[in-house]
């Protein structure tokens, strides 16, 4: 055997994938370097016969044969556990403990222990012993599917309203939306009818380099961006504490979100108000103080990983943990601890940020569904963490330096796409029980009705490509599917929670219709929802997926109006995008195909008269966008099947421009665009409220 196949034969064991088809339909195999590299990403020896030796090694050696996380069904009526009892060892003695402290025993022989009938879903610690070998292991009783409340349930019709958060203004807000905004928005959004308020995602950004600002590279999954919080309902907040009014009239001025004007105003307050707050014994002390102890040692490290990386890039421009001295590289360094004693108040800063944005986003979802937001808040999480990063430097064994997350080449990129994330080491989330999986579940599905994975096809496979190497040349990585869809399931369960896959791109086969299976909510967008081999028509509303949120638009496409009038395209035009002039006119000659299948699917259902297309879509003239033809889309989709409608806030004030245009970073103001009109504006004038009537009307039927 050479060593490409002895590459090959581990790449088997560990679940690379030797081949796939890009959505050109071209095959694609890595090669010798790249299987090496990806093997060497996922901690094993670089050597084949040593890789596969570590592999059977690690299986061999775990004790009576038991993982550290063992699930089970639900649905099974005795669950059966396979041991590997010690050779000549027949039978061994078993003490299982619910999470209440309830206690069973018994024992079992021969290597099949069966759990007792009626296990309710949860976990359990299971304690074993056989001839003077001992076992720890957790059990979790896992249902088959995730929780859906009535609003979701069969025939449902629900609709929510979504928003970039970051893009909300107001007349208090200090230049960026902030959870005041959200709950003043969430409160409204209830009143309406609507069920849910989705979100961009929430997560942890550089509080030291605030113009890093992608949500979906976030530092952290599990932490909160500061910035969002309102510093005026920070507790000890006086009018003595408000900045200066001039500097907060150019922030509320401004088009675009400046994030480093908005902390530079934002955190000497935060400072103050911190200093407060530990200088008195007010109630607020003390559920700090409780927040702090139940966020344990993952709070402090991420705090922690905040004021190292404070003091290194603040001083010496050391952006990346791993350019810093290397005893700080490891977050469990006696250099590392000596900091953290040294530095004591600014760690704890950090931790009282966190505290008091969870305080507020808790406060927010409560506003909703006080005001009858029945589902409540709709969270996001992103795909993974940028490798520079609180979640990267504090478990380096977890995400693996070696890759990155990316997709193979398509038509956004022919050349593949690398989206700069470090993936998680699938061997090592088995060999932790799936804690940290667990974790980031509770970690966003807090505070939170609805839950949306992002890129879900990362619960069965994720495309990794070799650091340094071209996004062709990756390969897909497979990840316990079985068991995080399991476990997906019980934590929505605990927390209340539904879940949506967001399962655009390329997708396996079967991977929809097993996530449907789980109650898990396909993310259907009208752009896409087309019966292809018929011409590229639109789906008619009766036959879209009835488990499934539909959507106008997403924040990597166009809106309602910005699709119409091209403004997408426009923008590709302008930032040299397209590979050649021919790239660019198909993609013309296609949106005015689609504009003029949109009209008629929009006359089949009576919602535009046939005679009046040329009003939208003059011969020989610019496409023409009004509020009649963005309520007949809202209504189109109202008229689905699909369980949830969501309607963009962006769309429902007629925003021409998108979150988000992929393919740039800078060239395009990613992340930074702000709504044009005011929450208060928002709040009182006709729009919200004349599609909120339109929802009731076209969604009650």
């Known amino acids: 055997?050479?060593?490409?196949?002895?590459?090959?034969?581990?790449?088997?064991?560990?679940?690379?994938?030797?081949?796939?088809?890009?959505?050109?339909?071209?095959?694609?195999?890595?090669?010798?370097?790249?299987?090496?590299?990806?093997?060497?990403?996922?901690?094993?020896?670089?050597?084949?016969?040593a890789a596969a030796e570590a592999i059977a090694a690690e299986t061999h050696g775990l004790p009576l044969g038991v993982p550290p996380l063992w699930i089970v069904a639900a649905e099974v009526p005795n669950p059966v556990l396979r041991l590997r009892l010690p050779h000549g060892v027949e039978a061994a003695n078993w003490q299982l403990?619910?999470?209440?402290?309830?206690?069973?025993?018994?024992?079992?022989?021969g290597d099949s222990l069966v759990l007792p009938a009626g296990l309710g879903p949860g976990y359990y610690q299971l304690d074993l012993r056989a001839a003077g070998q001992d076992a720890t292991t957790t059990v979790a009783v896992a249902p088959p599917s995730a929780y859906l409340p009535p609003e979701l349930g069969d025939g449902a019709r629900a609709w929510g309203l979504t928003t970039q958060m970051y893009g909300l203004r107001s007349g208090r807000s200090w230049g960026i939306g902030d959870f005041g905004d959200l709950g003043r928005l969430a409160a409204a959004a209830g009143s309406l009818g609507a069920a849910t308020l989705g979100l961009n995602p929430l997560h942890a950004l550089f509080a030291a380099e605030p113009r890093h600002i992608s949500p979906y590279s976030p530092s952290s999954r599990s932490r909160l961006d500061y910035l969002y919080i309102d510093v005026t309902a920070v507790p000890g907040f006086t009018k003595a504490d408000m900045p200066?009014?001039?500097?907060?009239?150019?922030?509320?001025a401004t088009g675009e979100v400046d994030h480093a004007a908005v902390a530079a105003a934002k955190r000497p307050i935060l400072e103050i108000l911190f200093r407060k707050l530990r200088g008195g014994r007010s109630r607020a002390l003390k559920a700090f103080r409780q927040f702090q102890a139940g966020g344990g040692r993952a709070l402090a490290s991420f705090a922690i990983f905040e004021a190292l990386h404070e003091h290194f890039y603040g001083s010496e421009g050391r952006f990346s943990w791993r350019d810093w001295p290397e005893p700080m590289r490891d977050p469990h360094s006696p250099a590392v601890a000596a900091f953290a004693r040294d530095h004591a108040q600014r760690v704890e800063f950090f931790e009282f940020l966190q505290w008091e944005a969870d305080r507020q986003l808790a406060l927010a979802a409560k506003a909703g569904g006080d005001a009858g937001l029945k589902v409540g808040l709709y969270r996001d999480a992103a795909v993974g963490v940028n490798p520079d990063g609180a979640a990267a430097w504090a478990d380096q064994e977890l995400l693996s330096p070696g890759a990155s997350v990316g997709a193979p080449p398509d038509p956004l990129s022919r050349a593949g796409q690398n989206w700069g994330l470090a993936p998680i080491n699938p061997l090592v989330l088995r060999r932790r029980g799936f804690t940290p999986f667990i974790d980031l579940l509770r970690a966003n599905m807090r505070h939170a009705g609805i839950l949306r994975i992002d890129h879900a096809m990362s619960l069965q496979r994720l495309y990794w490509i070799p650091s340094g190497m071209e996004g062709s040349a990756g390969a897909y990585v497979a990840y316990p599917f079985w068991e995080l869809l399991r476990l997906t399931a019980l934590e929505s369960h605990r927390y209340r929670c539904a879940v949506i896959g967001e399962d655009l791109g390329t997708v396996p086969e079967g991977f929809r219709e097993t996530l449907r299976a789980a109650n898990i909510l396909s993310y259907r967008v009208v752009h896409f929802e087309r019966r292809w081999h018929e011409g590229a028509t639109y789906i008619p509303p009766a036959e879209y997926l009835p488990l499934a949120a539909a959507s106008a638009a997403t924040h990597d496409l166009a809106s309602l109006k910005g699709y119409w009038l091209g403004r997408d395209i426009e923008w590709r035009r302008r930032l040299g995008l397209y590979p050649d002039?021919?790239?660019?006119?198909?993609?013309?000659?296609?949106?005015?195909?689609?504009?003029?299948m949109m009209l008629e699917a929009l006359a089949r259902e009576g919602l535009i008269a046939w005679d009046r297309f040329a009003e939208f879509l003059p011969d020989g003239g610019e496409p023409v966008y009004t509020d009649e033809f963005g309520d007949a889309i809202h209504a189109y989709l109202a008229r689905s099947q699909a369980r949830l409608m969501l309607v963009q806030l962006e769309d429902?004030?007629?925003?021409?421009?998108?979150?988000?245009?992929?393919?740039?970073?800078?060239?395009?103001?990613?992340?930074?665009?702000?709504?044009?009109?005011?929450?208060?504006?928002?709040?009182?004038?006709p729009e919200l409220a004349r599609v909120a009537a339109l929802m009731e009307r076209e969604r009650g039927k």
């Open 1 to 49: 055997m050479n060593r490409l196949d002895e590459l090959r034969h581990v790449a088997g064991l560990v679940g690379i994938t030797l081949g796939h088809h890009d959505a050109f339909g071209v095959w694609h195999e890595p090669g010798e370097e790249a299987l090496s590299r990806l093997i060497a990403a996922l901690g094993l020896p670089e050597e084949p016969h």
């Open 97 to 109: 403990t619910s999470e209440d402290g309830a206690r069973t025993s018994g024992s079992c022989d």
């Open 244 to 252: 200066d009014a001039a500097a907060l009239a150019r922030l509320g």
């Open 581 to 596: 002039e021919a790239a660019e006119a198909t993609e013309i000659g296609e949106r005015h195909r689609d504009r003029r």
């Open 652 to 685: 429902v004030v007629g925003e021409a421009e998108q979150a988000n245009l992929p393919g740039t970073t800078d060239a395009h103001p990613n992340w930074r665009r702000r709504i044009t009109r005011t929450l208060e504006d928002v709040l009182t004038g």
